[in-house]
T-cell receptor, first 112, second 112 residues
Framework: DTGVSQNPRHKITKRGQNVTFRCDPISEHNRLYWYRQTLGQGPEFLTYFQNEAQLEKSRLLSDRFSAERPKGSFSTLEIQRTEQGDSAMYLC??????????FGQGTRLTVV | QKEVEQNSGPLSVPEGAIASLNCTYSDRGSQSFFWYRQYSGKSPELIMFIYSNGDKEDGRFTAQLNKASQYVSLLIRDSQPSDSATYLCAVSVNNAGNMLTFGGGTRLMVKP
């Protein structure tokens, strides 16, 4: 499978715990994006990497959120001290310059 | 005012009819326009993109763009029950990031 891969697909965690999600983009894509989608809404941009450089972060990305893309390949998104409001689908997308973005299957986070 | 607006629906059409989905955007710098289909619980899947004013056809789908009116639409001909999904309109500005700004989506229901 050469598409965007996200793991885990589902995560249930207790409030206050830390969680980490992984995204493996399409191999030749140098741009990687994280989005968050809540029920009934469209995806909202969180952050963007070009290769290993994190070039933009949304104001939605509070201090509890951190993302990395070491070596410009896979990326991780960590949420510290999770809150119930963090419950959402976390989507990763990748693209080459001036091409369309392709999304992974998403990680659905439920904070209880 | 949201940057990308869509009627949330549901839009209900009979099988075989034409479904017309509309989207308006506020940023006149937007240069790329995308339609994604999203089934319940799944990630967005790209179905059409359009960059220039006018119509672009791909099979049963036609995307229409009018930059002067800041309006983009998607027509689905010969609608099938399998087309029932949420359709997300997304726009991007051709800056370094090309991140997508999504509308809230329109839920389409095609009745047999």
């Amino acid at each position: 499978d050469t598409g965007v891969s996200q793991n885990p697909r589902h995560k249930i965690t207790k409030r206050g715990q830390n969680v980490t999600f992984r995204c493996d983009p399409i191999s030749e894509h140098n741009r990687l994006y994280w989005y968050r989608q809540t029920l009934g809404q469209g995806p909202e941009f969180l952050t963007y990497f070009q290769n290993e450089a994190q070039l933009e972060k949304s104001r939605l990305l509070s201090d509890r959120f951190s993302a990395e893309r070491p070596k410009g390949s896979f990326s991780t998104l960590e949420i510290q001290r999770t809150e119930q409001g963090d419950s959402a689908m976390y989507l990763c997308a990748s693209r080459e310059m001036n091409t369309e973005a392709f999304f992974g299957q998403g990680t659905r986070l439920t904070v209880v | 005012q949201k940057e990308v607006e869509q009627n949330s629906g549901p839009l209900s059409v009979p099988e075989g009819a034409i479904a017309s989905l509309n989207c308006t955007y506020s940023d006149r710098g937007s240069q790329s326009f995308f339609w994604y289909r999203q089934y319940s619980g799944k990630s967005p899947e790209l179905i059409m993109f359009i960059y220039s004013n006018g119509d672009k056809e791909d099979g049963r789908f036609t995307a229409q763009l009018n930059k002067a009116s800041q309006y983009v639409s998607l027509l689905i001909r010969d609608s099938q029950p399998s087309d029932s999904a949420t359709y997300l309109c997304a726009v991007s500005v051709n800056n370094a990031g090309n991140m997508l700004t999504f509308g809230g989506g329109t839920r389409l229901m095609v009745k047999p």
